[in-house]
């Protein structure tokens, strides 16, 4: 059974558009990060929540945003997508900092 | 600045040949290390990790990694390749000090499986 789940797996947005991403985990994990994936690029990562803690990674443009309402859900939030944002956006999960990390499926965000 | 370094873009293997991917880290201590794996339009799998202990790992799918520490290494292997490992496979670092316990990913190899 998934344990991070992503949804949806595909997302088409208009340019400028705002889109959330959906992410939940059914592990109780305190850790829940956000990785951009460029083509043919390594993850990158973009924030991550310990707990309630946000912790926002110094390169990650002001256009993305996140929230976490509980331990299980955590959102991506893009408040005006540029055709330089289109990638696959990965969540991932940890007990703790720097533990094994547990990744969803991705999804995959196309803008148009 | 630190860094994981996967040297290797691309690596073409023929099915049954034997698989060997490089991975380098910089960093001064011993960090946590992973090698994931990822299929196309996929999220990534772990394949093994190492925290401590035996240098020689044990994963899933018949692959094993060693850890060197004289030449700050995590080199991923695997004795016979079947046509389902072509994929593309991160190495990556998390690292309380020099990564913020943060996970670093390597650029990737891509390996492609001939027949």
């Known amino acids: 059974d998934a344990m991070v789940i992503q949804n949806p797996r595909y997302q088409v947005t208009q340019f400028g558009k705002p889109v959330t991403l959906s992410c939940s985990q059914t592990?109780?994990?305190?850790?829940m990060y956000w990785y951009q994936q460029k083509s043919s690029q390594a993850p990158k990562l973009l924030f991550h929540y310990y707990d309630k803690d946000f912790n926002n990674e110094a390169d990650t443009p002001d256009n993305f945003q996140s929230r976490r309402p509980n331990t299980s859900f955590c959102f991506l939030d893009i408040r005006s997508p540029g055709l330089g944002d289109a990638a696959m956006y990965l969540c991932?999960?940890?007990?703790?900092?720097?533990?094994?990390?547990?990744f969803g499926q991705g999804t995959r965000l196309t803008v148009v | 600045a630190q860094s994981v370094t996967q040297p290797d873009i691309h690596i073409t293997v023929s099915e049954g040949a034997s698989l060997e991917l490089r991975c380098n880290y910089s960093y001064g201590a011993t960090p946590y290390l992973f090698w994931y794996v990822q299929s196309p339009g996929q999220g990534l799998q772990l394949l093994l990790k190492y925290f401590s202990g035996d240098t020689l790992v044990q994963g899933i799918k018949g692959f094993e990694a060693e850890f060197k520490r004289s030449q700050s290494s995590f080199n991923l292997r695997k004795p016979s390749v079947h046509w389902s490992d072509a994929a593309e496979y991160f190495c990556?670092?998390?690292?309380?000090?020099?990564?913020?316990?943060?996970?670093?990913f390597g650029a990737g190899t891509i390996l492609r499986v001939k027949s």
């Open positions: 592990l109780n994990h305190n850790v």
């Open positions: 991932a999960t940890s007990r703790d900092l720097g533990g094994l990390a547990f």
């Open positions: 990556a670092v998390a690292a309380a000090m020099e990564y913020g316990n943060k996970l670093v």
